[in-house]
């Protein structure tokens, strides 16, 4: 429950670069499949709004394209980066997915990104289940709070939910005081007709590993 007991809603931002786990987390977070997950890179091409809600909050996530410097296809490239920048606008605070196996100069536009925001940032260190060597992780959260002042870090698993909850409680904490923006009932932004699309085309990545015409 909020500390001071009034009720609260707001956006939370979600970024990161391609495969880094943030539409598998929208998904934990929000309770419900709303963003279509695959192996393959810029599955996620528009911003998807998922909204949890409970008796004391509302918390609307913004899951946006990874972030990346693409040579393959440049005006795509651009414009799922600019989708992302967009998503920016407004929120009361972001959070910054990367993986447990390191940084890398793969991760480096989502922090410029991140850089840019009027709001506090939290890191989500995604994918813990897949480290072998647990010993690295503290290490590794203590460089990234030296390469940024992170208002938390959460290392955690999006894929099975551990910490999650975690961090939605940083999240609410962080969220001002404001009625619902959306109906207690409503999930997502998106049409009927739009999810049932993006879900064919998931389908499609798993099966054959791009698109088909």
């Given at each position: 429950?909020?500390?001071?007991g ?16 943030k ?7 929000v309770?419900q ?9 810029q ?36 414009l ?7 998503s ?12 447990a196996d390191?940084?890398?100069?793969r ?19 995604n ?18 709070q ?6 938390e870090i959460?290392?955690?698993s ?10 939605e409680?940083?999240l609410l904490?962080?969220?001002?005081e ?12 998106r ?6 699309a993006?879900?064919?085309r998931e389908?499609?990545f798993?099966?054959?590993g791009?698109?088909?015409?």
């Amino acid at each position: 429950m909020p500390p001071d007991g009034g009720f609260r809603s707001g956006f939370v931002v979600i970024i990161g670069r391609p495969n880094a786990g943030k539409s598998t987390l929208l998904n934990r977070l929000v309770g419900q499949k709303v963003s279509i997950t695959s192996q393959r890179a810029q599955t996620t091409r528009y911003r998807i709004l998922g909204i949890h809600n409970t008796p004391q909050a509302q918390i609307i996530y913004v899951d946006t394209p990874g972030l990346h410097r693409g040579e393959s296809d440049k005006q795509l490239s651009r414009l799922m980066n600019r989708e992302a920048r967009v998503s920016l606008e407004g929120v009361d605070a972001v959070v910054l997915v990367m993986t447990a196996d390191g940084w890398t100069e793969r991760d480096e536009p989502a922090l410029e990104l991140a850089r840019q925001a009027n709001c506090p940032v939290i890191l989500a260190i995604n994918k813990v289940d897949r480290l072998k060597v647990r010993e690295r992780l503290l290490p590794l959260m203590e460089a990234m709070q030296q390469r940024f002042a992170f208002a938390e870090i959460v290392p955690l698993s999006a894929q099975d939910g551990d910490n999650v909850p975690v961090l939605e409680k940083i999240l609410l904490r962080l969220l001002p005081e404001h009625p619902a923006y959306f109906d207690a009932e409503q999930i997502t932004d998106r049409s009927d007709r739009f999810q049932a699309a993006e879900f064919v085309r998931e389908q499609v990545f798993r099966s054959f590993g791009e698109e088909v015409p």
